[in-house]
T-cell receptor, first 116, second 113 residues
Framework: AQKITQTQPGMFVQEKEAVTLDCTYD???????LFWYKQPSSGEMIFLIY??????QNATEGRYSLNFQKARKSANLVISASQLGDSAMYFC?????????????FGKGTHLIIQP | NAGVTQTPKFQVLKTGQSMTLQCAQD?????MYWYRQDPGMGLRLIYY???????DKGEVPNGYNVSRLNKREFSLRLESAAPSQTSVYFC????????????FGSGTRLTVV
């Protein structure tokens, strides 16, 4: 079974600083996908970034990048130049063993607070 | 706007009552899902439907049933609600190509008293 571990329950960061949110995963599948979602206080789940296990390069989406270290089973999210609007819960997730059609396994999340 | 629509957004039930949460997507996705989110937890998969006509249990299926009514609609039923089912419920759908992408509904906040 897949497992996602997010070891930072909460983080306080100064505005404009870079932020790294940690995520480690465990799976015996050779093919899998890794996701990061943002959940603001309004509650919706907002997709941020995706990394496939066979992707050669680390994924980037605007201010978001995923630091993928396959041997360490690590998929950290990096937010460059943080903004007040980045304050939210952040969840790391990975595809289940069926390749993705059978859903995602989520970590418990990191509550990020950006301070002015 | 294209996406996943859940109804209702809020619901209060008494213990033992039944209800059905509705979910519809208009993106022609094959796969649909129901998750629950409890305080301090990530989302946990209740049931999923990898394609029209199939449903399978996820991590926490006890106390729930699902119906994949057609390709667009996937409902979640609580036959006899319990306080432990107080949670926020999310429906989602996914597409596979070119890579897996999941779209989530806005959630249903359910309280069982």
């Amino acid at each position: 079974a897949q497992k996602i571990t997010q070891t930072q329950p909460g983080m306080f960061v100064q505005e404009k600083e870079a932020v790294t949110l940690d995520c480690t995963y465990d799976t015996s599948d050779p093919s899998y996908g890794l996701f990061w979602y943002k959940q603001p206080s309004s509650g919706e789940m907002i997709f941020l970034i995706y990394q496939g296990s066979y992707d050669q390069q680390n994924a980037t989406e605007g201010r978001y990048s995923l630091n993928f270290q396959k041997a360490r089973k690590s998929a950290n999210l990096v937010i460059s130049a943080s903004q007040l609007g980045d304050s939210a819960m952040y969840f790391c997730a990975m595809t289940n063993s069926g390749g993705g059609a059978d859903g995602l396994t989520f970590g418990k999340g990191t509550h990020l607070i950006i301070q002015p | 706007n294209a996406g996943v629509t859940q109804t209702p957004k809020f619901q209060v039930l008494k213990t033992g009552q039944s209800m059905t949460l509705q979910c519809a997507q208009d993106m022609n996705h094959n796969s649909m899902y129901w998750y629950r989110q409890d305080p301090g937890m990530g989302l946990r998969l209740i049931y999923y439907s990898a394609s029209e006509g199939t449903t399978d249990k996820g991590e926490v299926p006890n106390g729930y049933n699902v119906s994949r009514l057609n390709k667009r609609e996937f409902s979640l039923r609580l036959e006899s609600a319990a306080p432990s089912q107080t949670s926020v419920y999310f429906c989602a759908s996914s597409e596979e190509l070119p890579k897996f992408h999941y779209t989530f509904g806005s959630g249903t906040r359910l309280t069982v008293v």
